[in-house]
């Protein structure tokens, strides 16, 4: 496939971008290059795959719900200007 200006200004209004006059032609090489390197992936023989369109047959390992002791609120406290028990005091804004 080759990027051509005219390719190159729908990619812009699609994007919501606006490449400068002086990068057009390296911005169409890369392109370029990316496509061809994309179309490559054609070439693979697949047919001794089986196509994957989801993924309900693969289940997620559960793991036992554990509940720990963390001093996390304890740490994060000690650096608030004010605390009362395991809450944070701040001022009243809304009157």
Not at 70 to 88: Q, R, T
């Amino acid at each position: 496939m080759n990027i051509d200006d005219k390719l190159l200004n729908k990619l812009e209004k699609l994007s919501a971008l606006r490449i400068s006059d002086d990068k057009r032609e390296e911005t169409m090489s890369n392109l370029s290059e990316i496509v061809s390197f994309v179309e490559n992936l054609n070439e693979l023989d697949l047919s001794a795959f089986e196509a994957t369109v989801s993924t309900i047959d693969a289940c997620t390992p559960f793991r036992e719900d554990l509940s720990k002791q963390s001093d996390v609120i304890d740490c994060v406290l000690k650096h608030a200007p004010s605390h009362d028990e395991s809450f944070f005091l701040v001022p009243k804004v809304i009157e």
